[in-house]
């Protein structure tokens, strides 16, 4: 039977029965043994055993308020050039950075604005910021606010965004498809390009390589502590707005049923294989702060809740558990506003202290 969700008794039976062979069982073997082997499995799954940094030429430059800004094209190991911003506190003091990465939201029409604001957009681009960022982020660019506080900041439009945006949301699942026709997935070609965005990043002069994080939020969140989970040039995670159990998440209801933006965050070589917080759990023991609101539709309570225990006994087991900090907001739904916003960014400060260099 396939019920209204698409779900085939199949697919039910494969949620509901899967053991995850790759997660970490502290029964059977150490945290050291299991993360280093199931790392090296990962990125040989996930085509992303070697990366080489982005390449970057500059299209424009602006300044205001105390920050320098320049708008880039990146170029990428597969053949894709994206635009990004990237901007920094007008200082010759050496800063830690932050890659930041931008949400899904079913938003096409801009991606690196999302997060980092820039004079002089055209009246459509600024109206669809306006928009967006009153939706989302409490009206509050998250990127502009972490160059206040002493970071460098990246973000780039990842593949159907912005610069690369494709043809609406019906047609992700073509999008999807045409990849997949080589064997390669949607998720995978923003992983390998976040991660060749973050080694440039990290070797920018002027940034503090040791003093690097990734940060995000809901799609950008999982991209965050993918990151984390996978390069050495993360030393610290901020993932907000997705996290959960495959089994809590592939409920009536969830987006992850209804394929479309879904094909972005899922990876076919080890679905199965790795549940959600063992993925991020390989970032133990860097320090890392994962969260989202006791109300997300997207990712309930109790599937959140259910992660966050695995995700503690991961960290606790690399001998690192006040490394790590999970929340759950309470009242709030899937969004970052300003007060978590701050929750975020102090946590950071503390991890970080952008006045130390």
């Known amino acids: 039977m396939i019920d209204s969700e698409n779900m085939s008794g199949l697919a039910r039976r494969l949620r509901d029965d899967r053991s995850f062979p790759w997660n970490f069982d502290p029964a059977t073997e150490s945290f050291s043994v299991w993360s280093g082997r199931t790392r090296r499995a990962v990125r040989k799954a996930l085509g992303v055993e070697t990366i080489s940094p982005a390449t970057a030429s500059v299209i424009g430059e602006w300044s205001e308020q105390g920050c320098v800004g320049q708008e880039l094209a990146l170029g990428f190991s597969n053949g894709e050039i994206t635009g990004a911003y990237l901007l920094r506190p007008a200082t010759d003091v050496v800063t830690p950075a932050a890659l930041l990465l931008h949400d899904h939201g079913s938003f096409f029409s801009i991606g690196k604005e999302k997060m980092i604001r820039r ?91 040791d003093r690097t994080a990734s940060f995000g939020y809901s799609m950008g969140g999982s991209r965050a502590w993918q990151l984390a989970a996978l390069s050495d040039d993360v030393k610290a995670c901020v993932a907000g707005g997705w996290m959960g159990t495959l089994q809590g998440l592939m409920q009536p ?4 049923l209804r394929g479309q933006s879904a094909f972005t965050m899922l990876h076919p070589p080890i679905a199965g294989k790795l549940d959600y917080p063992h993925f991020a759990g390989l970032a133990a023991p860097k320090p890392a702060l994962i969260f989202s609101g006791a109300e997300d539709r997207h990712f309930p309570e109790p599937a959140a809740l259910a992660a966050h225990r695995q995700i503690h006994g991961i960290w606790a087991a690399a001998g690192a558990g006040e490394q790590v900090e999970t929340r759950l907001f309470e009242g709030a739904a899937h969004s970052f506003p300003v007060d978590q916003q701050d929750h975020a960014m102090d946590w950071l400060d503390r991890v970080y202290d952008p006045a130390a260099m």
């Open 253 to 256: 209801g969830n987006n992850q």
């Open 119 to 209: 004079p002089g957009e055209t009246p459509e681009i600024a109206a669809d910021i306006d928009h967006w960022t009153a939706k989302l982020y409490g009206g509050r660019p998250v990127g502009n606010e972490l160059v206040r506080r002493g970071y460098t900041v990246l973000c780039a439009d990842a593949l159907g965004w912005g610069s690369r945006r494709g043809n609406g949301y019906e047609a992700q699942q073509a999008l999807a498809a045409n990849l997949m026709q080589f064997g390669v997935s949607y998720a995978s070609v923003i992983l390998r390009e976040d991660l060749e965005a973050l080694a440039w990043l990290r070797g920018l002069p002027g940034v503090d390589g």
